[in-house]
């Protein structure tokens, strides 16, 4: 099971930064659009911010003007960059690739990060 590689959760005190990033491993294939998830102890898993094929994005209105989705094609990576943070931004995120490029096939996906810890400290 092909397992996507994320880094640069951790702990951060309120009003601050992360970027979390999130890499197809090797170079089995492109990545076309993803989604970023979040969830909190005891919360249902909320989809915070998507990026499709064409750079679209879109994002959960609690997170809106102050996260950003971006994609780096030449590094086959997706960045989640978090500003302004809040203790209830609290959770495990995950990214998920529902599309992939193998040479010139697109393929649907369904390939997810191990999950990274963010925690905001108040």
């Known amino acids: 099971q092909v397992q996507l590689v994320e880094s640069g959760g951790g702990l951060v005190q309120a009003g601050g930064s992360l970027r979390l990033s999130c890499a197809a491993p090797?170079?089995?294939?492109?990545?076309?659009?993803m989604n970023w998830y979040r969830q909190a102890p005891g919360k249902q898993r909320e989809l915070v911010a998507t990026?499709?094929?064409?750079?679209?994005?879109n994002y959960s209105d609690s997170v809106k003007g102050r996260f950003t989705i971006s994609k780096d094609n030449a590094k086959n990576t997706v960045y989640l960059q978090m500003n302004s943070l809040k203790p209830e931004d609290t959770a495990v995120y995950s990214c998920?690739?529902?599309?992939?490029?193998?040479?010139?096939?697109?393929?649907?996906?369904?390939?997810w990060g191990q999950g990274t810890q963010v925690t905001v400290s108040s």
């Open positions: 090797g170079n089995i294939f492109s990545i076309i659009a």
């Open positions: 998920d690739t529902p599309s992939i490029r193998i040479a010139t096939v697109h393929l649907m996906a369904d390939y």
């Open positions: 990026i499709n094929s064409v750079g679209s994005t």
